[in-house]
Structures are given as C-alpha cells and as structure tokens.
T-cell receptor, first 118, second 109 residues
Framework: GAVVSQHPSRVICKSGTSVKIECRSL??????MFWYRQFPKQSLMLMAT?????????EQGVEKDKFLINHASLTLSTLTVTSAHPEDSSFYIC??????????????FGAGSRLTVL | GQSLEQPSEVTAVEGAIVQINCTYQ??????LSWYQQHDGGAPTFLSY????GLEETGRFSSFLSRSDSYGYLLLQELQMKDSASYFC??????????FGSGTRLQVQP
C-alpha cells in the first residue's frame, strides 16, 4: 500500500530557531500534499496544501512567512517552522492523496512530527 | 465552510457494539470518510460513504443519511486494540479533508 514517510518524528528546539520537517511519498507520486497540525486531544487542522512546482495554498489564519512550505519534487514536501516559539509546539502531520478506494479520496498520512519549542 | 460534530468520548466493554455519530454542515458534499488514530500515531482510513446507506468492512460499518447530514461508524465485537480516536471527515474542493472534532473510544475489559 501507499506509504508516506515523515522525518523527524520528534524534535526539540530553542525558541527563535527554525525547524524543517520532511514528508516523502515512498511508492507513489504526489502532486499535492497536505500539512495538518494537531494539538493534544484535538482534531487535525489543515494548515496548507502543498503543490508540486508552485506555491502552497495556506488556510485562513496560517502565517505563510512562518510556516514555509516547499514541494520541489513529486515525492517530497517540506515544512519549515521559522523563528519557532513555544506556542508552535504541536504535532505536525503531512498527508498525500494515495488514490481512490470505493470512490473515496483516501489520504495516507505520515507518522507525524512532534515539535517541542523550549 | 465545513463543520462536523462528534461526541468527545465513548466508553464500551470488550465484545460490545458501539456507535459513533457525526453530524455535518458543508458547503458542498463529496462523501463522508472515517479515520482511526491511535495515540501518537497517524490517522488511517477506515471507511467511506458517498451514498445513503450502510457500508460494511469487517467489524466496522459506516452509515450515511445525506438528507439528515448525519452519519455514524459502527464498531462490532470490540477489542482492546480498538481504543483510539475516531474522526469523521469530509472532502473540500481541493481534495484535502476537513476533520470532525474526534471521538475518543475507550474499550474496557
């Protein structure tokens, strides 16, 4: 089946530094990937849609200059949290559309990256 | 926009049947999906309904009523490993999914 690899799984950084998270589709090409953020015991909130070869589309309220997204190839999207602050601490999960199952647009998710900003 | 409502928590015992409800409001409807997420893990796809009625996949079934903007996930023969969060979701026009608030299921011995 479709696999999405996400790295790192955990990262701890100091306030003011930047952190890059990678998301790779291992056995399929993904022209579009989605970045979600999830706070403890809460739902997944869509942050942005990453489009291969073009600019990402950000959801309302998400700062594009703070959360930089690059989708340089059909198998790799990166999310960079710039000048991270403690309130950016969260679980970041990427996903890609891995095909259709009985008409459903199935999303395959990476294992997530837990960011802790000290 | 989209909004989906689910109960926050459900508790049941092993071997029982549990139903997790989802009501939604969407500006356009492309079907209702269900995902399972264990603590600290990635959400995984469970089921999908585009049309009214019941879809069965092993111990899990999902139901949809488009006229009522309502669906549910039915889990039968509960096992301890079913303890997880369950999310209903609808697709947006850009193929992303909007997720419900999530239901935390705790299965007790």
């Amino acid at each position: 089946g479709a696999v999405v690899s996400q790295h790192p799984s955990r990262v701890i950084c100091k306030s003011g530094t930047s952190v890059k998270i990678e998301c790779r589709s291992l056995d399929f090409q993904a022209t579009t990937m989605f970045w979600y953020r999830q706070f403890p015991k809460q739902s997944l909130m869509l942050m942005a849609t990453s489009n291969e070869g073009s600019k990402a589309t950000y959801e309302q309220g998400v700062e594009k200059d703070k959360f930089l997204i690059n989708h340089a190839s059909l198998t790799l999207s990166t999310l960079t949290v710039t000048s991270a602050h403690p309130e950016d601490s969260s679980f970041y999960i990427c996903s890609a559309s891995s095909g259709v199952s009985s008409g459903a647009n199935v999303l395959t998710f990476g294992a997530g990256s837990r960011l802790t900003v000290l | 926009g989209q909004s989906l409502e689910q109960p926050s928590e459900v508790t049941a015992v092993e071997g029982a049947i549990v139903q997790i409800n989802c009501t939604y409001q969407t500006s356009g409807f492309y079907g209702l999906s269900w995902y399972q997420q264990h603590d600290g893990g990635a959400p995984t796809f469970l089921s999908y309904n585009a049309l009214d009625g019941l879809e069965e996949t092993g111990r899990f079934s999902s139901f949809l009523s488009r006229s009522d903007s309502y669906g549910y996930l039915l889990l039968q023969e509960l096992q301890m490993k079913d303890s997880a969060s369950y999310f209903c979701a609808v697709k947006t026009g850009r193929r992303a999914l909007t997720f419900g608030s999530g239901t935390r299921l705790q299965v007790q011995p």
